[in-house]
């Protein structure tokens, strides 16, 4: 049971490629995530998933895709890499309880430069 | 808007004092709670977790949490600091009826020895 992996660990960008973060999990859970994390400012939710075919958007939306064609999976893609979006990635996962999102279970991270 | 605010950003205790972490949130309806620990350059776990059973919340490490909705508060607690304990730790609210975590920005604990 690996729980939350994602790859790459690390990733430098040029300003204007476009990348895409890997997030899988082998929990079963409907709920997947992903947050950027900022010095001083916690981390801040970019687009979540509550099952398969279903997205949308949290926080700090733009810039970034999702889908989710499987339980397991949930890639993150940059679609035009600005320096802005220079953060530490996470995903996570978790079940849905009572209609809403349970304990969340985090990724080791990606840590992206856009230089 | 609901939201979450961690009163202190940085906190410095004496190995074996007492640790007070505070949070405070808005919310419309009773929310369920986390505070989640970060140790440097790893990723986030799970201390404790308040979804309206138990206002005193025991978690992992000797760490709990009293939810006081007359104060809208959350404080975490340890009776007695370790040096292990420095690290990071997110105090997070989700509103309820929503897929939505949200995080404070966090308090960085500091422990001297």
């Known amino acids: 049971n690996a729980g939350v992996t994602q790859t790459p660990k690390f990733q430098v960008l040029k300003t204007g490629q476009s990348m895409t973060l890997q997030c899988a999990q082998d929990?079963?859970?409907?709920?997947m995530s992903w947050y950027r994390q900022d010095p001083g400012m916690g981390l801040r939710l970019i687009h979540y998933?509550?099952?398969?075919?279903?997205?949308d958007q949290g926080e700090v939306p733009n810039g970034y895709n999702v889908s989710r064609s499987t339980t397991e999976d949930f890639p993150l893609r940059l679609l035009s890499a600005a320096p802005s979006q220079t953060s530490v990635y996470f995903c996570?996962?978790?079940?849905?309880?009572?209609?809403?999102?349970?304990?969340?279970?985090f990724g080791p991270g990606t840590r992206l430069t856009v230089l | 808007a609901q939201s979450v605010t961690q009163l202190d950003s940085h906190v410095s205790v004496s190995e074996g004092t007492p640790v007070l972490l505070r949070c405070n949130y808005s919310?419309?309806?009773?929310?369920?709670l986390f505070w989640y620990v970060q140790h440097p350059n790893k990723g986030l776990q799970l201390l404790l977790k308040y979804t309206s059973a138990a206002t005193l919340v025991k978690g992992i490490n000797g760490f709990e949490a009293e939810f006081k909705k007359s104060e809208t508060s959350f404080h975490l607690t340890k009776p007695s600091a370790h040096m292990s304990d420095a690290a990071e730790y997110f105090c997070v609210v989700i509103p309820r009826g929503t897929y939505k975590y949200i995080f404070g920005t966090g308090t960085r604990l500091k422990v001297l020895a």
């Open positions: 919310s419309s309806y009773s929310p369920s």
């Open positions: 996570a996962s978790s079940g849905l309880a009572g209609g809403q999102a349970d304990t969340q279970y």
């Open positions: 998933s509550v099952g398969a075919g279903i997205t």
């Open positions: 929990m079963n859970h409907e709920y």
